[in-house]
T-cell receptor
Framework: DTEVTQTPKHLVMGMTNKKSLKCEQH?????MYWYKQKAKKPPELMFV???????INESVPSRFSPECPNSSLLNLHLHALQPEDSALYLC???????????????FGAGSRLTVL | AQSVTQPDIHITVSEGASLELRCNYS??????LFWYVQSPGQGLQLLLK??????LVQGIKGFEAEFKRSQSSFNLRKPSVHWSDAAEYFC?????????FGSGTRLQVQP
């Protein structure tokens, strides 16, 4: 299995809702990432997990709460979002965080979030 | 800090014509460089990567890229473009803080 699976593909939520995005990989990767991509922009790094521990938080607002319950799963919990948070949320994984030639990020298809 | 510049926001080529997408990077050490492609509303697919060794790297779908350290460039090329190549192309450099992407180049293919 060489895929990163993200669910749901589409999510519409109100500003008072609580929802979660899920990401799963079965490649044995120990680093997992959340990126946010606005329309016609490049992906921007949000969070990085390494061996189930949060390694990087790119000053993301607390209304986004990541969770890595095990080495295969990565969640992004959403609460009290704003309309400007509407974007494509991409999950990725890599072997680990070593800066080596083996460490290629594999991306999921993304979850498109619309906040009303 | 690492950074990537893609100077061309939008490129239009005719089907069958050759293609070159430009990428310049800034990174203090030996860079790990990538090209990804993204179709509308989709995730990112890896086209090719450069880590070391031969500066001309081959990728999927007939793409290749050449690493030129003296010019800090990693340009993507394809000798003959197909209509299905229409997409957004991102160059990226991997450093300490995961991948940093360029702003992307949107490729349109004319029949």
């Amino acid at each position: 299995d060489t895929e990163v699976t993200q669910t749901p593909k589409h999510l519409v939520m109100g500003m008072t809702n609580k929802k979660s995005l899920k990401c799963e990989q079965h490649m044995g990767h120990r680093a997992m990432y959340w990126y946010k991509q606005k329309a016609k922009k490049p992906p921007e790094l949000m969070f990085v997990y390494s061996y189930e521990k949060l390694s990087i938080n790119e000053s993301v607002p607390s209304r986004f709460s990541p969770e890595c319950p095990n080495s295969s799963l990565l969640n992004l919990h959403l609460h009290a979002l704003q309309p400007e948070d509407s974007a494509l949320y991409l999950c990725a994984s890599s072997q680990d965080l070593r800066n080596s030639g083996a460490n290629v990020l594999t991306f999921g298809a993304g979850s498109r979030l619309t906040v009303l | 800090a690492q950074s990537v510049t893609q100077p061309d926001i939008h490129i239009t080529v005719s089907e069958g014509a050759s293609l070159e997408l430009r990428c310049n990077y800034s990174y203090g050490a030996t860079p790990y460089l990538f090209w990804y492609v993204q179709s509308p509303g989709q995730g990112l697919q890896l086209l090719l990567k450069y880590f070391s060794g031969d500066t001309l790297v081959q990728g999927i779908k007939g793409f290749e890229a050449e690493f030129k350290r003296s010019q800090s460039s990693f340009n993507l090329r394809k000798p003959s473009v197909h209509w299905s190549d229409a997409a957004e192309y991102f160059c990226a450099v991997k450093g300490r803080r995961a991948l940093t992407f360029g702003s992307g180049t949107r490729l349109q293919v004319q029949p």
